[in-house]
């Protein structure tokens, strides 16, 4: 007797359509993506993966896991507050629940009183003002890059843009600033050195072509030792006697000084000093949603709001939602994790060590996107074996943990206290998998 193809053993794709539970997906998932997870089950099969009278519960595991988004929650047990990897800051609740309401039709650009088109960002501006008064008017715009890029371009382009080579920035996957910069049509007027920059070396390169002066923050390092550079202040008397713009790109986002990170500028204290246009990110040490923030001199600030290119980097109204209640609501987790109590990252610490029977080690966490390089943020966490990493990364819930020194460790700072029993729960998971996979190997 002929043999049976096993591939014509394989169910049919209109009869797992059929079943139950695939069409319940079939009203909260698109017809591509359900008709997706049954073909590659059936090429699983087809080729030998899987046998065919296992396609139907591969199928049915699949629809029941698949969500409309491929993004998962993560539980951040890094100790790294911004953590550009995990989308940087995670947002309040009040932030959360204004995204949400502005998910719908909203007044974004719309005077509800007499019917007639207002300002975008209305709202986001009021609160920015409000919280950095010493600013005279606010932009927002999609990201930090795209700050940097307007002002540059509206101020600076077919002309020069002065910067020190000891800010010649490169930060996170190769994105070098002088590189944004002169993608605008400006070009870089290079002035000092590396390690030691002059007001001298300023006031010789000004010029008629001169379109601004550009401070940019270091981000992700310092230079320490035989070092010089020109302070805000000084430099704000040279350009504000020539004429010229005097911008600062700060990034990290602190609207204030904060005394938990002495090094860390702010955007008052840069405009306090004679900044006329301060940059700062607001999904760093804000805590809010991706944005880039424009703060400064009114005259300044609407000429750049004027230019084309602002129609389009402008952010849109979930995010311009977001900023406006991070600005203006509770404190946002990012800064709860900066001044969270050592005592009490302690006790809990130590309950789920006394639960897991592991050990607590001391562990300096950090600020992270660029913030604050090199400052730490002492701590504690959990020693775990290095082997329970990828376990805890892909298990239920997601948790992330640092891998080091032959150690994975899990620092708690970032952690809500209300999620110490999800760690708990992840961790014992994740334990018994070692386990099992060492049971498997030696076997």
């Known amino acids: 007797m002929d043999q049976v193809d096993p591939r014509r053993l394989i169910p049919r794709t209109n009869d797992l359509l059929a079943l139950p539970a695939v069409r319940e997906a079939r009203t909260r998932l698109s017809e591509a993506v359900v008709r997706d997870l049954v073909r590659y ?41 911004v953590h550009t ?34 300002r975008r960002g209305a709202g986001a501006r009021a609160a920015l003002l409000a919280a950095c008064p010493a600013a005279e008017d606010a932009l927002v715009v999609n990201n930090g890059a795209a700050a940097l890029v307007l002002a540059t371009t ?15 920035v490169e930060i996170g996957a190769g994105f070098r600033l002088p590189d944004l910069i002169e993608s605008t049509g400006a070009s870089l007027h290079e002035v000092g050195t590396t390690n ?30 035989f070092t010089s550079a020109v302070g805000l202040d000084e430099l704000s008397s040279l350009t504000s006697a020539q004429g ?17 990170l002495p090094r860390e500028p702010d955007v008052a204290t840069a405009l306090a000093h004679g ?30 709001s004027r230019h084309p290119l602002a129609r389009a980097v402008r952010a849109d109204k979930l995010a311009l939602a977001a900023l406006e209640a991070t600005v203006a609501g509770e404190a946002p987790p990012v800064v709860q994790s900066l001044h969270a109590d050592p005592g009490e990252l302690r006790r809990r610490t130590d309950r789920l060590a006394g639960a897991l029977g592991v050990p607590v080690v001391p562990h ?27 376990h805890l990364r892909t298990g239920e819930p997601a948790v992330l943990p640092r891998v080091h020194d032959g150690a994975c460790l ?8 209300a999620d110490d029993g999800r760690i708990l729960e992840a961790v014992r998971q994740a334990l018994a998998a070692l386990a099992s996979a060492g049971a498997g190997r030696a076997g």
């Open 154 to 168: 509206a101020l600076a382009a077919g002309r020069e843009v002065i910067l020190s080579r000891g800010e010649l």
């Open 196 to 225: 030691r920059t002059h007001l001298r070396d300023y006031a010789d390169a000004l010029g008629p072509d001169t379109g601004c002066v550009l401070k940019i923050h270091p981000s992700n390092f310092w230079v320490d030792g």
């Open 244 to 260: 010229v713009p005097l911008v600062a790109d700060l990034g990290s986002g602190l609207l204030a000084p904060d005394p938990h």
């Open 410 to 417: 899990l620092d708690l700072r970032c952690v809500p206290a």
């Open 275 to 304: 900044a006329d246009v301060v940059i700062a990110s607001g999904d760093k040490l804000l805590g809010g949603p991706q944005a880039g923030l424009l703060l400064g001199r009114k005259e300044i600030i609407e000429r750049l």
């Open 41 to 81: 089950a059936q090429d699983q099969a087809r080729r030998g993966e899987l046998a065919p009278a296992d396609v139907e519960a591969a199928v049915l595991a699949a629809v029941a896991g698949r969500t409309a988004t491929s993004l998962r929650p993560v539980l951040n047990a890094t100790g790294i507050i």
């Open 364 to 390: 300096d966490g950090r600020v992270g996107g660029g913030g604050a390089p090199g400052f730490p943020l002492p701590g504690w966490a959990l020693r775990l074996p290095e082997g329970i990493a990828g």
């Open 85 to 118: 990897n995990l989308g940087r800051a995670p947002l309040s609740a009040a932030a959360v629940e204004a995204l949400v309401a502005a998910s719908g039709y909203v007044d974004v650009e719309l005077n509800l009183a007499d019917g007639r088109r207002s």
